[in-house]
């Protein structure tokens, strides 16, 4: 359902443009009647332009695949992407995968910083068969903890590894999608992301004009880091935010986050609704403010949390970004936000049905 357009998702263009033509008016003291007819027009002509002009994003429905190369190294963490998988995602309806990648576990640590082979050589993998399939594919930086301890001391090695990733990746085609880092946090704060982000578009933009461009925010790449955020003007550029609020709700059980939340949370009052509409609300006004396409790149709720109340959630949130007109990603595939159980070998149903929608 499409959101109906209100003055304050006007483009600031647009507003100006209304102003400079009530000023017109007043200075020629026109009739009430022509101010009006004029008005009318350019506010109609605004509203027109404003929903044309909100470029849609690339991914609309898409998947995580978490756990995998997103660990150390792929396996560790209970999960190694199978070709068969990403047949099952195509056929089950998404039209992209986002492939988190623990780049800094291997490239150098001085000099070139070159990444080690042997992961180019398995991202490719992944890369090529999924491009095959017609699924477009989002490539992320990954959980480069150091980064967002010492960034002083590591965003030259992200930039290296940027350098290399552009030019390895230079003849792919548009649907391969590069992200430039996954929740800057802790020391990568709002102002250092800003810049960093501009540095490595700039960089990637020297040989790729049209590549999309994925920038997480500041603060976990929460809604929070999301309004902080000054993004660079690039018509190429998709803004993203992750959301999984309440985090005592989606994160109930998991036990990698310390202390970890109880599990036997419930979601789905009225009141929680609203809350997840009201944030919703302020991510689209943010976007419509820079008329960039949001893309929520992540949200999900862990598998311990009680079934039917994690499916309501990730129903409640998939339709809030489509009716908002965000592309989504869920996180995740397999992993321990997962909608596909590897050990049944079948999906997780009322997963599956929240986030496709039958
Ligand atoms: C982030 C983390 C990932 C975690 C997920 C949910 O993407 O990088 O490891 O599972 O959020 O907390």
């Not at 903890?145 to 001391?153: F, I, Q, R, T, V």
């Not at 976990?220 to 660079?232: K, V, Y």
């Not at 998939?318 to 869920?330: I, M, P, T, Y």
């Amino acid at each position: 359902m499409q959101k109906p357009l209100l003055i304050d998702r006007i483009s600031t263009s647009c507003q100006m443009h209304f102003m400079n033509n009530v000023q017109h008016v007043m200075k020629r003291s026109v009739s009430a009647l022509a101010f009006l007819v004029l008005a009318s027009s350019v506010l109609a002509a605004c509203s027109e332009t404003a929903s044309l002009r909100r470029p849609s994003s690339p991914v609309q429905r898409c998947i995580n695949m978490g756990g995998a190369l997103e660990a150390p190294n792929e396996g560790e963490w209970g999960y190694t992407i199978r070709m068969e998988d990403i047949d099952r995602i195509k056929a089950a309806g998404f039209d992209t995968i986002r492939l988190p990648v623990q780049w800094s576990a291997h490239a150098g640590t001085w000099g070139g910083y070159q990444i080690e082979d042997h992961l180019l050589d398995r991202t490719d993998e992944v890369i090529n068969y999924a491009l095959s399939q017609d699924l477009k594919v989002i490539l992320d930086v990954h959980h480069y903890y150091d980064l967002n301890m010492e960034p002083a001391k590591h965003e030259r090695r992200l930039e290296s590894i940027w350098k290399q990733l552009a030019s390895h990746y230079e003849s792919y085609p548009d649907t391969l999608i590069f992200e430039v880092l996954n929740e800057p946090n802790t020391n990568m704060t709002a102002k250092r992301t800003d810049a960093l982000n501009k540095r490595i578009v700039r960089q990637i933009r020297q040989s790729q004009p049209h590549r999309w461009i994925i920038l997480a925010t500041a603060e976990w790449g929460s809604l929070t880091g999301l309004l902080e955020s000054a993004p660079p003007a690039d018509s190429r550029v998709i803004l993203s935010w992750h959301y999984y609020d309440p985090f005592s709700f989606t994160h109930q059980g998991a036990d990698f986050f310390k202390p970890t939340p109880p599990v036997g949370t419930h979601w789905g009052t009225k009141a929680d609704m609203d809350r997840a509409k009201a944030d919703f609300d302020r991510a689209a006004a943010f976007r419509d403010l820079h008329h960039q396409p949001l893309l929520l790149g992540e949200f999900g709720v862990y598998d311990a949390a009680p079934m039917e109340d994690r499916a309501r959630w990730t129903r409640a949130v998939r339709e809030l970004a489509e009716s908002n007109e965000f592309g989504w990603c869920h996180w995740s595939f397999s992993s321990n936000f997962r909608v596909y159980d590897p050990e049944k070998e079948a999906w997780i149903e009322p997963i599956r049905a929240a986030l496709l929608g039958d």
